[in-house]
């Protein structure tokens, strides 16, 4: 008995073999889903950070919110930026209507409904593959263990058949190894996928955090009814 992948993968029955595939291919999506999300993540954080920093002597000091519309155009790829953005171009279209001049709390709602309509989008677009990642770490166990009966089953085939070892310790073991490949294999998936997921959605969290901060500083800079 050779213990050789390729060994293993020879002595496989096709129940087995075609648990591995769809094992590996399960595994290449996570990790093609988990590098897109990583760089829109680090790369959203950092250019959000930025623009934080960017908004905030505009935000704190009276007068100056009228500067900071458009500023988010610098900061593609950010969420807070994005969801900030939409915001203050509410605000300006509020504070530049013709006619009587709106009141402080009238403009802060228009405002907030703005902000709160991008964050869901933002929100949901961050979200984007996540779904997927949770779906593969809960089901390639039971892919794996569907892997594992099918290897038991050749083991006990193998051990009936007088032709192909009548019961032999080896024969016994074959189907045993080619069970535990299995395995193997969908643990190691779901493992890898429950880390990054459980990242990602710490790494949400923070930018959710964000976002209503920057948003709770603008609305009650409004409140305040600094001038335009």
């Known amino acids: 008995m050779d213990f050789t992948l390729v060994g293993l993968w020879n002595e496989m029955g096709l ?61 593609a790829g950010s969420p807070v930026a994005n969801v900030i953005g939409a915001g203050l171009t509410e605000y300006a279209r509020a504070v530049d209507r013709p006619g009587a ?39 390639a166990p ?33 189907g045993i190894a080619e069970a535990l490949v299995t395995t193997a294999v969908g643990l190691g998936v779901a493992i890898i996928s429950v880390w990054f997921y459980n990242y990602f959605t710490a790494r949400l969290d923070d930018i959710t955090i964000d976002i209503d901060e920057t948003a709770s500083e603008l609305v009650d800079t409004i409140l305040r009814g600094h001038p335009a």
Do not use: H
Request: charged share 25%; hydrophobic share 50%; aromatic share 6%.
């Open 142 to 174: 039971f892919v794996g263990l569907f892997g594992t009966v099918g290897g038991i089953i050749t083991a006990f085939q193998k051990l009936a058949d007088p032709t192909k070892g009548g019961g032999g310790i080896g024969t016994v073991s074959a």
């Open 15 to 75: 129940v087995a073999r075609g648990v591995v595939v769809v094992l590996v291919a399960m595994s290449l999506f996570s990790l093609a889903i988990t590098g897109d999300r990583l760089r829109v993540f680090l790369r959203g954080r950092k250019q959000s950070r930025l623009y934080i920093a960017a908004l905030a002597p505009m935000v704190e000091g009276a007068g100056r919110l009228r500067e900071a519309v458009g500023l988010d155009k610098r900061f």
């Open 101 to 139: 001049a709106a009141a402080p709390f009238e403009v802060a709602e228009v405002v907030n409904r703005a902000m709160e309509r991008n964050k869901e989008r933002e929100l949901a677009e961050l979200r984007r593959g996540m779904p997927v990642l949770a779906t593969v770490a809960s089901s």
